[in-house]
């Protein structure tokens, strides 16, 4: 941001305050705005991102757009519109009219009106109808996608859950805390469901697809013909014996009734063992911790996380835990329960009120499967997130697609990157051809420290740390070949923001013809 002092944009500011393809903070009367620039043309929108309320003036404008710093949500400077998740609602946007060598923010305009899809402009044949089975991160992303775009036929949207879409991030971090109350977590309102004229189907997991007669069918018998079909059924935790113990004294987390039970079941708990090393072991680990329980991790890696972010990054999260209080037991694993203590495969015994695995998904490939789609550690699909069988599409974790940067086929297990699927597939179930080529993103966030990671390294042969641990404050980057695969930082939002645009670019002038 250029200055300190908040201008008043109704006032004006001199052109030359509002940096090249970038932004100044500003107020329209009460209202924080934006006021962006790109080349000689000016933008002001709104500066709260509709998300979780990240600061947009401390975003990235990208052409014309700005991207949020939290979470990486994207909206149009010209209108305002949510372009991809993780927001959804639009931001306000301004008129904006430059005299002399002045520019003055004017009055605030109407929300954007939905665009024709670029398949009806093309007089294509829309489908007749469409049914999305999963109503997690992708499946609801769909849904609002197709509406957004003016589809106008049946959506039926087929959940497992007895929940409405929510916000699954937060099921391990606010949530469990008892920071973020119930009506935080649904992603949209009961009365958009209606509004949107989406039928919602909970409690009805979806037991056979019949590719050839189009239709799919729900454990009650109940039977859906569509035209087109998205599958998003997402991922499940992997589920391990633990000699001694009943399923009942085993805790997984995947869904808002696991956290309601987890959360329930830790209220009365001293003591907690968690097996795993995992994002969701480790924010449980977190907000358990954070609730005053003893924590205990057992993992079997040498650094938790260490396979995903590497050495120096498991080290950290290690130290961040252990100062709150964390006691981890790694390159070890459970041997059995016996009553309440569980004892490790290297003798040691602990005591436990609450023992709570998090040791993976699975992918939920079992109706893809059979179905006779072609499954292979995960459904696979092409960049347009089609499926072998025309017609029927895949999004989110269980989706295995082609990779622009790497080449090779990659399954990803992130929030925002589940929704973007599901906004595409949307796009290209009416009829557009949009090649998937979004760089993957994640975060976590545990002792209030948050991670961010942008594209996908499933080995490296180098890391490069700029920036300090101790600070908490850096950046690391890991490379194959000399070449960037990811970057994982923390407090350097910019940068991850100029990290994923960097990906993105190059992906596509990969893909483009020299000339
Ligand atoms: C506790 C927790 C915390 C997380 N935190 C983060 C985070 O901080 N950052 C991040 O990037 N990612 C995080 N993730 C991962 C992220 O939530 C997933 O990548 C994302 O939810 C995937 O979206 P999806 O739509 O593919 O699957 P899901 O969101 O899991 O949705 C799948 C849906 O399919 C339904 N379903 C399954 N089978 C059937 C069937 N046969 N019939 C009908 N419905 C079916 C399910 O009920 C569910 O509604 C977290 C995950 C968990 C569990
Ligand atoms: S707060 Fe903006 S993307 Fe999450």
Same mark, same amino acid.
């Given at each position: 941001?250029?200055?300190?002092?908040?201008?008043?944009?109704?006032?004006?500011?001199?052109?030359?305050?509002?940096?090249?393809?970038?932004?100044?903070?500003?107020?329209?009367?009460?209202?924080?705005?934006?006021?962006?620039?790109?080349?000689?043309?000016?933008?002001?929108?709104?500066?709260?991102?509709?998300?979780?309320?990240?600061?947009?003036?401390?975003?990235?404008?990208?052409?014309?757009?700005? %991207?949020?710093?939290?979470?990486?949500?994207?909206?149009?400077?010209?209108?305002?519109?949510?372009?991809?998740?993780?927001?959804?609602?639009?931001?306000?946007?301004?008129?904006?009219?430059?005299?002399?060598?002045?520019?003055? @923010?004017?009055?605030?305009? *109407?929300?954007?009106?939905?665009?024709?899809?670029?398949?009806?402009?093309?007089?294509?044949?829309?489908?007749?109808?469409?049914?999305?089975?999963?109503?997690?991160?992708?499946?609801?992303?769909?849904?609002?996608?197709?509406?957004?775009?003016?589809?106008?036929?049946?959506?039926?949207?087929?959940?497992?859950?007895?929940?409405?879409?929510?916000?699954?991030?937060?099921?391990?971090?606010?949530?469990?805390?008892?920071?973020?109350?119930?009506?935080?977590?649904?992603?949209?309102?009961?009365?958009?469901?209606?509004?949107?004229?989406?039928?919602?189907?909970?409690?009805?997991?979806?037991?056979?697809?019949?590719?050839?007669?189009? %239709?799919?069918?729900?454990?009650?018998?109940?039977?859906?013909?569509?035209?087109?079909?998205?599958?998003? *059924?997402?991922?499940?935790?992997?589920?391990?014996?633990?000699?001694?113990?009943?399923?009942?004294?085993?805790?997984?987390?995947?869904?808002?009734?696991?956290?309601?039970?987890?959360?329930?079941?830790?209220?009365?708990?001293?003591?907690?063992?968690?097996?795993?090393?995992?994002?969701?072991?480790?924010?449980?680990?977190?907000?358990?911790?954070?609730?005053?329980?003893?924590?205990?991790?057992?993992?079997?890696?040498?650094?938790?996380?260490? %396979?995903?972010?590497?050495?120096?990054?498991?080290?950290?999260?290690?130290?961040?835990?252990?100062?709150?209080?964390?006691?981890?037991?790694?390159?070890?694993?459970?041997?059995?329960?016996?009553?309440?203590?569980?004892?490790?495969?290297?003798?040691?015994?602990?005591?436990?009120?609450?023992?709570?695995?998090?040791?993976?998904?699975?992918?939920?490939?079992?109706?893809?499967?059979?179905?006779?789609?072609?499954?292979?550690?995960?459904?696979?699909?092409?960049?347009?997130?089609?499926?072998? *069988?025309?017609?029927?599409?895949?999004?989110?974790?269980?989706?295995?697609?082609?990779?622009?940067?790497?080449?090779?086929?990659?399954? @990803?297990?992130?929030?925002?990157?589940?929704?973007?699927?599901?906004?595409?597939?949307?796009?290209?179930?009416?009829?557009?051809?949009? %090649?998937?080529?979004?760089?993957?993103?994640?975060?976590?966030?545990?002792?209030?420290?948050?991670?961010?990671?942008?594209?996908?390294?499933?080995?490296?042969?180098?890391?490069?740390?700029?920036?300090?641990?101790?600070?908490?404050?850096?950046?690391?980057?890991?490379?194959?070949?000399?070449?960037?695969?990811?970057?994982?930082?923390?407090?350097?939002?910019?940068?991850?923001?100029?990290?994923?645009?960097?990906?993105?670019?190059?992906?596509?002038?990969?893909?483009?013809?020299?000339?």
């Amino acid at each position: 941001m250029a200055s300190d002092v908040v201008p008043d944009l109704a006032a004006g500011v001199t052109v030359d305050r509002v940096p090249e393809g970038g932004m100044i903070q500003g107020k329209v009367g009460n209202e924080n705005v934006v006021l962006a620039r790109r080349g000689t043309e000016f933008f002001a929108v709104g500066a709260t991102c509709t998300h979780y309320g990240g600061p947009l003036g401390r975003g990235l404008v990208v052409n014309d757009t700005v %991207r949020c710093p939290l979470h990486h949500a994207c909206f149009s400077l010209r209108t305002g519109e949510a372009l991809r998740g993780p927001a959804f609602d639009p931001i306000p946007h301004w008129r904006v009219e430059r005299l002399g060598d002045s520019v003055f @923010v004017r009055e605030k305009l *109407t929300a954007p009106t939905r665009r024709p899809t670029a398949a009806s402009m093309r007089g294509q044949k829309l489908p007749a109808s469409v049914v999305i089975v999963g109503g997690g991160g992708a499946g609801l992303a769909a849904a609002d996608t197709l509406r957004r775009e003016g589809y106008d036929g049946p959506v039926t949207l087929i959940s497992a859950d007895a929940d409405p879409p929510y916000d699954r991030p937060n099921l391990s971090k606010e949530y469990l805390t008892g920071k973020a109350p119930d009506d935080w977590m649904p992603l949209r309102p009961p009365s958009y469901f209606t509004d949107q004229r989406i039928d919602l189907v909970l409690n009805s997991p979806v037991a056979s697809l019949d590719v050839g007669q189009k %239709r799919v069918q729900t454990a009650d018998g109940t039977t859906y013909a569509f035209d087109r079909l998205l599958l998003a *059924t997402g991922a499940d935790p992997v589920k391990l014996p633990v000699p001694g113990a009943s399923d009942s004294q085993l805790s997984y987390l995947r869904t808002y009734a696991d956290s309601r039970a987890l959360a329930a079941k830790a209220a009365a708990a001293k003591q907690v063992v968690i097996l795993g090393g995992s994002f969701i072991g480790l924010e449980v680990a977190a907000s358990l911790r954070a609730c005053g329980l003893a924590v205990h991790v057992v993992a079997r890696e040498k650094e938790p996380l260490e %396979r995903v972010l590497g050495h120096e990054i498991g080290q950290f999260i290690r130290g961040l835990h252990e100062a709150h209080g964390v006691v981890f037991h790694l390159q070890d694993t459970i041997s059995r329960l016996d009553g309440r203590r569980v004892i490790l495969q290297s003798g040691t015994s602990l005591d436990a009120d609450l023992l709570v695995l998090g040791v993976g998904v699975r992918p939920a490939t079992g109706l893809a499967e059979r179905g006779g789609l072609n499954v292979d550690r995960g459904v696979v699909v092409d960049e347009y997130l089609e499926t072998s *069988t025309r017609g029927i599409f895949a999004a989110g974790d269980i989706a295995r697609l082609p990779d622009p940067r790497s080449g090779e086929r990659v399954r @990803v297990e992130h929030w925002v990157f589940a929704e973007r699927q599901g906004q595409a597939a949307a796009r290209n179930l009416l009829g557009s051809r949009e %090649r998937f080529d979004a760089v993957p993103f994640f975060w976590t966030r545990q002792f209030g420290i948050s991670i961010k990671y942008v594209g996908h390294a499933q080995s490296w042969d180098d890391t490069v740390v700029d920036g300090s641990f101790e600070a908490k404050n850096c950046a690391v980057t890991f490379k194959a070949a000399g070449r960037t695969l990811a970057v994982a930082t923390i407090s350097r939002d910019l940068q991850s923001l100029q990290a994923e645009v960097a990906m993105e670019t190059s992906s596509r002038a990969d893909r483009e013809p020299s000339s």
